[in-house]
């Protein structure tokens, strides 16, 4: 009774940033994605056996707990780590598997054309980490400080930030006239500061002041 509560009480929730809901594990290298994105973010879990709309199907064998380690060990670089637990819910069994957020990040996974690709957990979505992301988890890794200077480019992205929500990097480039190597070093020591925070889209990453 107890594992069968703990189970509803999570489905309850609805996907979110640390919560999945897969009905079937059909393709290792998608899942991947999904562990992936799990530990460059907050960790999580993901229900193996229940459909987006939180109904119970339950899983099919033991090759969904195979696909998983497939995903992990073959298809996350470095290896994602990971804990399954059982549940009986209903006379069906739901497959939990846990993911705890990682302290090395990036950890990378195909898409689905090959290509290996950061992910991060936006909610109940998962993005492409771009390369200030992955930078600015490599800085804030470091032992020492991050020297910021502010000069010109920086005075017109805080101008610019002041009076509209967010910026992308490339309009940062446009307006301050500068390089995109410039652009970027810049947002990474703005990120690793705290003083912006990544806004993702479908349309790319921005930036905004940190709330």
Known sequence: MGSNRYIRDLIREGEHQQLDFKY????????????????????????????????????????????????????????????????????KTVLEVTVPPASDRPYRAPDDHGRWHAYVRV??????????????????????????????????????LAGHESISQSHFRKIAGISYASSESILVNFLTWNILEPLFTHKGIRYKLKE
């Open 24 to 91: 079937a594990i059909t393709d290792s290298r998608k899942i991947a994605r999904t562990l992936v994105a799990f530990s460059n973010t907050d960790g999580g879990r993901l229900l193996i056996g229940v459909k987006d709309n939180g109904r119970i199907a339950g899983v099919r064998s033991d090759e969904e707990m195979y696909m998983v380690e497939t995903a992990a060990i073959t298809f996350c670089k470095p290896e994602v780590k990971f804990t399954t637990t059982l549940h009986e819910t209903d006379q």
């Open 123 to 160: 909610g109940d979505e998962n993005f492409i980490a771009n390369r200030v992301l992955i930078r600015t988890w490599q800085r804030k890794k470091r032992k020492r400080g991050t020297w910021v200077r502010y000069s010109r480019p920086e005075r017109i992205l805080m101008h610019y």
